[in-house]
């Protein structure tokens, strides 16, 4: 029953990440940094119709406020944000549960393109226990439009590949550029790592 019912969760996410339109990212200098990815995400306002209530991002963007205003973060949250690595990730603790989100993005054609990554994750006591808004999110950023789309190429196919009746949970780098996968099974679980190539990542099979 569970993993039916995170399979619906997932479906519903996607369709909903598919009827987004495009994401204008707003900055200044010559190219966008993390927080600025971030902060267009997180303040990004749907049509008129598909509000969808998202608690992870409310929450990513009062920590984001705090943080530009200078201001600490509640003693259950924590909040890194790497400029110069391009990533950032808030964390929200209460009993034993971890709540992640995570942001990053990798360069495509030297530059003229990005593919930025939204993740969230929940463990419960450092098992997978996922929420109704965990998954990974991709997003394909030209510098011509300053724009970002949602990402459904195969390179979001492959990356959910966990197998029948299985899924997978992601972390994203801070250093380094590859995503290290982990799929959970009935019991136990596996890691096993995706490698960047510059286009797409490359996937072990089991």
């Known amino acids: ?63 984001l406020h705090r943080y530009r205003q200078g201001k600490a973060q509640p003693a259950d949250e924590r909040l890194v944000v790497d400029v110069k690595n391009g990533y950032i990730c808030h964390e929200i603790m209460e009993d034993g549960y971890v709540t992640k989100s995570e942001m990053c993005y990798w360069n495509i054609e030297g530059g003229k393109r990005k593919l930025f990554a939204y993740n969230v994750q929940t463990t419960n006591n450092g098992i997978s226990e996922p929420g109704q808004f965990d998954g990974l999110s991709l997003y394909d950023y030209t510098n011509a439009t300053k724009k970002m789309t949602p990402y459904f190429g195969d390179l979001y196919l492959n990356l959910y590949d966990a197998g029948e009746g299985n899924y997978n949970t992601f972390e994203l780098p801070r250093t380094g550029k590859d995503i290290i996968i982990t799929t959970w099974y009935e019991v136990g679980q596996r890691k096993k790592t995706a490698k960047w190539n510059g286009l797409y990542f490359s996937v072990p099979q089991p």
């Not at 993993?3 to 495009?22: E, R, S, V």
């Open 1 to 63: 029953m569970k993993k039916k019912l995170l399979a619906i969760l997932m479906a519903c996410f996607t369709l909903t990440m598919a009827a987004q339109p495009q994401i204008k990212v707003n900055y200044q200098g010559a190219k966008p940094t993390i927080m600025d990815f971030a902060w267009a995400l997180v303040n990004y306002t749907p049509p008129e119709g598909d509000e969808m209530e998202n608690a992870a991002i409310a929450q990513l963007q009062n920590a």
